[in-house]
């Protein structure tokens, strides 16, 4: 158990700080560092582990090699002098050769020699007989950089003595080849030799003149058939009205630009297709509209029209008014005389000789659409039935309609019309693509015919040489290996060891939990008043039931179980609050919960009960109680009860005075639906204040403080308070929500942390119990 909290002293309210104090992430001290590598080197040491392995097996698959050198003499064929080579710096100025042909000086030759082996005309046909010699060579997984990369042509390092030779002065180069099997290296550097063996002087140059004269014919050649098909592209073109039918550049003129006369038709036909929908969407919606007056006019368009032109008729108009005034007076006249009184006949005769005169007015001003409206009698009266706007939104909608139509067909035209170019621009483009594929094949052969003549006329100012090997291509016991299993080792250590401890870092750095004592010290200035350990077993309690008139539960005896260390941790925690002076009132709370906070109260009265002092444990979870469930008592009637009223208040010292037992427990009843109400009236205090008159301390299990609002409640019912932080389960975040909540107004009452869940090393207390007995207890939380 810590000692550094023996002797504690609670600052004063005005100079007390905040209780949550957090830790500027700049201010991680080399130590910090250091315990968060201790906490996790088990996942540290297997990351790394398998980093390393993962090395050495990758290294052994993919990257182990072997590698071979061999030199090669070189030595002019006739007398130095007969004719000059060209320079070095002749041989950069112009294009790289065929084959490696230097002169006859002997300065210089090896620089030269190495420079034109290294180029790619040199290298690249050695790299396909490679391929050919090797047909398991995949040429995509093992392309032409990689076996430049293998490939080290150089001047030899020779030293006479311990003296480096000059290199401008030596006739001998190293050619070193690199290749996971050692049958590879032996295939590419038989095949470098041969190649270098093959030349003769006489039959090169023969060879050289021959094909120098052949290339200048066939460039002559080239160069008409290129006017050729330039003149059949442009008569082709001039034909056909086209400029480049093909949708896409052939690869020999891929540099064209522009685009193809397909695709502007393409972009074209697009273009009329999206025009031609929203003619379509218009031409529908205006459809729709159409259909929808006709339905409400009941009219064709003519007789909206002739309609329209009534409603127009001053005329026609008044005749409306007086018939209309004439049916008013008949249909009151009929109301109040019978039918055939002389004024009801007047007036019917007056409506028949209006109704005829409406009649003809109508046939007058519809004599135009005689042929669409054959009865225009019909209409006497409807434009009054209607309003004259929605039959011009009628006649206008059919106008709109007629126009959407018309503009429907001219798009399907062009529609058609752009159609029929793509399809003769299609036709086209094959047999433009062919003349096209000539002409460029013919400009590529132009470039490779004289890139080859002026190679040849290179090699004509060049010199030849000899080629003597002077190592054993054979003797593959020579045959060294890239990569040594000692620098394997070395490499695959260090990766192991630096993810190791990222990882390490990363995820202590992640944990947002306690994962130590010293981690909550640094968050706040409460003191840690005590450390419980880990435990998997707990004493056995036995309690008698006293009934009148509260149920109380009296602890008869206690049969220890629980570790030495587990016991004396609670012990270590009494004395830390005697000396700091026991409060008659304890709450003992938590963050978020499960932390141990109901199992801590029980022990913390227990060890009180055992220094002889009289205790009462209150489980003041009105919402969630569990204190019944750790003792193994039932939970009938209790501080719920109580505080509802459906029992007195018991009078304590005549109801314990014959009683011997120290501990008394009562539980909290049945569950409560509201405990704020409960722990806020006028009973909830009186039970306190007659509790603490009674008893030495009074300990009650308090809901977590994030948890229930009540648990403030409580806390500022009582005199002092624990708050339990259990190691591995309470959060940073929680812990701190939970002070900064009691920093309002509980920041007096929180007496201290207990910390739960703390590892102790079991062998510091034999003295307590027989190592037998030690050795049977596995570690697990409270």
């Avoid at 097996?57 to 090699?65: A, D, N």
């Avoid at 695959?492 to 990222?502: D, I, T």
Wanted: overall charge neutral; glycine content about 4%; hydrophobic content about 40%.
């Amino acid at each position: 158990m810590s000692s550094e909290n023996n002797h504690l002293s609670l600052p004063s309210e005005a100079s007390r700080p905040s209780l949550w104090q957090p830790q500027p992430i700049d201010k991680v001290t080399i130590d910090q560092v250091l315990r968060g590598l201790k906490r996790r080197s088990a996942v540290g040491i297997l990351a790394g582990a398998l980093v390393s392995i993962g090395f050495l097996g990758y290294s052994y698959l993919f990257l182990r090699s072997y590698r071979h050198s061999v030199l090669v003499q070189v030595e002019p064929i006739q007398s130095s002098g007969a004719r000059p080579g060209a320079s070095l710096e002749s041989l950069r100025q112009l294009a790289p050769i065929s084959l490696p042909l230097l002169s006859g000086e002997t300065k210089g030759d090896v620089a030269t020699l190495v420079q034109v082996l290294n180029s790619d005309i040199v290298l690249r046909p050695i790299y396909e007989k490679f391929l050919v010699a090797n047909p398991d060579l995949d040429p995509k997984q093992y392309s032409y950089q990689s076996f430049i990369g293998s490939l080290k042509i150089q001047p030899a390092k020779l030293t006479s003595g311990n003296r480096r030779l000059d290199q401008s002065s030596q006739k001998i180069i190293e050619i070193q080849f690199s290749a996971r099997e050692k049958e590879k290296i032996e295939s590419l550097l038989g095949i470098l030799v041969e190649e270098l063996k093959r030349f003769s002087e006489k039959e090169k140059q023969d060879q050289i003149a021959d094909n120098l004269r052949y290339v200048n014919q066939e460039i002559q050649k080239t160069l008409s058939q290129i006017d050729d098909l330039e003149d059949q592209l442009n008569q082709f073109r001039f034909q056909n009205r086209v400029v480049r039918p093909d949708l896409v550049a052939s690869q020999f003129n891929s540099a064209a630009s522009g685009s193809s006369d397909l695709e502007t038709y393409l972009s074209l036909l697009d273009n009329l297709i999206s025009a031609r929908n929203e003619n379509r969407v218009k031409l529908e919606s205006a459809q729709a509209t159409f259909n929808s007056l006709e339905a409400q006019l009941r009219l064709s368009p003519a007789e909206a029209l002739a309609a329209a032109n009534l409603a127009a008729s001053q005329s026609y108009q008044e005749l409306l008014i007086k018939l209309t005034e004439t049916e008013t007076k008949l249909a009151g006249e009929q109301a109040k005389v019978n039918e055939n009184s002389p004024t009801v006949q007047v007036l019917q005769e007056e409506k028949r000789l209006l109704l005829e005169q409406a009649r003809k007015e109508a046939r007058q001003i519809t004599i135009r659409n005689q042929d669409q409206v054959r009865q225009p009698e019909t209409l006497i009266g409807y434009q009054s039935a209607v309003s004259g706007s929605l039959i011009e939104k009628y006649i206008e909608t059919r106008i709109e309609l007629e126009a959407l139509r018309r503009a429907d067909a001219e798009l399907s035209n062009q529609i058609q019309a752009t159609e029929a170019e793509i399809s003769r621009v299609i036709r086209l483009a094959n047999p433009y693509r062919k003349i096209e594929q000539r002409f460029g094949a013919a400009q590529e052969s132009l470039r490779l015919l004289l890139q080859t003549r002026q190679s040849l006329q290179l090699q004509i100012a060049q010199r030849d040489f000899t080629w003597r090997v002077l190592s054993d291509i054979d003797n593959k016991e020579e045959y060294q290996v890239t990569q040594r299993l000692l620098v394997a080792v070395v490499i695959a250590l260090m990766l192991g060891g630096v993810s190791g401890l990222f990882l390490a870092l990363v995820l202590d750095w992640l944990d947002d939990r306690f994962l130590e004592v010293e981690q909550i010290r640094q968050q706040t200035p409460l003191p840690i008043l005590g450390e419980i350990p880990l435990t998997k077993t707990f004493d056995q309690l036995a309690f008698s039931r006293l009934e009148t008139p509260l149920t109380l539960w009296g602890l008869q005896h206690r049969l220890p179980s629980a570790t030495p260390a587990f016991r004396e941790s609670f012990y270590f925690l009494l004395t830390q609050l005697e000396s700091l002076g026991l409060p008659r009132s304890l709450a003992i709370t938590g963050t978020a919960g499960k932390e141990g906070q109901t199992t801590l109260a029980i022990y913390l009265a227990v060890a009180a009960a055992a220094m002889g002092k009289r205790v009462l444990l209150v489980d003041a979870n009105l919402r969630q109680p569990s204190m019944h469930q750790g003792l193994g008592i039932p939970n009938v009637a209790g501080l719920g009860e109580l505080l509802q009223g459906e029992m007195p208040f018991p009078h304590w010292f005549s109801l314990l005075a014959n009683r011997a037992e120290r501990l008394w427990v009562l539980t909290a009843g049945q569950v409560q639906q509201e405990p704020m109400i409960l722990l806020s009236s006028a009973r909830w205090f009186d039970f306190l204040e007659g509790a603490k008159d009674t008893f030495d301390c009074v300990i009650l299990d308090v809901p977590p403080i994030l948890a229930a609002a009540e648990a403030h409640r409580v806390l500022a019912a009582v005199e002092r308070a624990l708050l339990v932080v259990r190691l591995k389960k309470t959060r940073r975040e929680a812990f701190a929500q939970a002070l900064q909540a009691c920093d309002l107004s509980l920041q007096q009452k929180l007496l201290g942390i207990v910390v739960n869940g703390v590892a102790v090393n079991h062998r510091d207390f034999r003295g307590y119990q027989n190592s037998a007995a030690e050795s049977a207890v596995a570690p697990l939380a409270v």
